[in-house]
């Protein structure tokens, strides 16, 4: 019995025209296709043994059709009425033995098999029908009890996936997994949120997302069925929709495999409908607008560089609305700094933007810090954009801090703009003044002291600080004294001692006295610049590290 299984047959796919023809209970009949032979991947859902010159009467479409040829009719019309009735009524192909009545086809019988695209196969040996039809017949129920067990799957997973409260990365990776193709999850102003690849890139799924499935809209609506799955457009497309709160939010989409893979099966449907099932309630359960959740996703991708392609980075951000050819790109960090809690700032920056038609992804990279990648037009200064950026900010959040990195004109290059705005926000203290030129910080902005700033955790920086004042430092708790900032007003004046006697309020006989102890101290030469220099730096570390 094991003979028998059609070959390349598995579990996924329907019994075909060609994997009966390949059973060696009807191989040893010699089968030679007459006709039809584009239309040998026919699904046959059952075997139907004949001798009535009136078949069609007792078959329900998908039928292999087997006969000896005896009750063929003699003449044109008959065969060719005989013919149009199982086409009619969709038999999936005539199977005809050369032994009995005739040893070649008559030709009216290939000419209106021909007309109607039925195929036709004839049979040199005799061929034992009842077992033909006792094998496929076995062969059919057991596929669909392996359908059934496969359904029963689907069913347990989704609904394993719903009880955990999985999110809609987790729905949407499950179902391209179960079907091997590639899922989609779109709103309703065509937005790719979602893409799972599964046998292709996100480049070949999403490149000109919008524009395919525009195309495919409206045919979707037309050929969606009673479960919410149906195959619409050109694309041949696999639809169903997703709700929230009884009204239609977007839909689920399972693209066709490439030319040369199947086509869609109950499976397929199956697993769509229960994608959108799942959706459903994930869509209830968790609170994060999708659209938010898929801008922090691309953004975050983008600062660690975890696309598999440029190009792919270039299509999953198109998907979702943002220009990623012909433009530049420059990346803002918005640090809220308190004052913007419970006032959804992430959404209402998004929005804001958009109101005033700047193109831009925003998403949450850290606890309050937002990150905002602009797209700008080819002539368009940078300037302007980020002033309004700013505006926006401090309206939802008085403290906020927007820092940004430079301009680059690919997609590709975004993380290292990311890379400089974080620099400048790390090095940008509590409180630290705006430049008078602007409202927001750039890597210029970056002198010794913010760089400092910046490295003031590093053990390096606070080793250097210890070695060169340390002393100084523990003199000062032990005894009382100030000499630390009398080194300060030194420094700070070049090494002036007049000035820094002034800046002190000390006379210069009291100055030259406490310099000499902190250069007895530090074991340091204050009229030498390279020291001063040293201890100057080391100076500025330290209150770097004292304002952390």
Known sequence: MNDDHPPGHGPTRALTVADVLALPVLATGQPQVVTGVPQLDR??????ITELTDPASFLKGGELVLTT???LPDDVMGV????DELADVGAAALVIELVRRYHRPPDALVDACRQRDLPLVTLAKDVNFLEVTQIVHALLLGNQADAMRRTQRVHEAFTALTLRGAGPEDVVRAAAEMCGRTVVLENLVHQALICEPSGSTVEEALTDWEERSRATGADDRAARGGAGGGTGGGAGWLTA???YQGERWGRVVMLPARADGPAFGLEDITVLERTAMALTVARLIHSTPWERTAHRNALRDLVEQRHRSAEDA????AALGLPADGGRFLAALVELRAGGEGTEPEARLFQELRAAGVSALVGELAPD???VLLALRPSQPWRPVVERLCGLALSLAPRAVVTVGSEVADLSDTARSFREAARVAEATPPGQPLPTDRSFHELSDIGLHRLLYALREDTRIQEYTEHQLGRL?????QHGTDLLTTLRHYLDAAGNKTTAARRGGLSRETMYQRLRTVERLLDRDLESGEQRTELHVALTALDAV???
């Open 43 to 48: 699904p046959v859902r059952w075997v139907h």
């Open 473 to 477: 430092i523990d003199h000062d708790a």
């Open 69 to 71: 040829g005896m009750p």
């Open 369 to 371: 810090r937002l990150g």
């Open 80 to 83: 060719r009425r005989y013919v």
């Open 546 to 548: 004292r304002a952390h």
């Open 314 to 317: 270039r299509a999953r951000c």
């Open 241 to 243: 929709p997703v709700e």
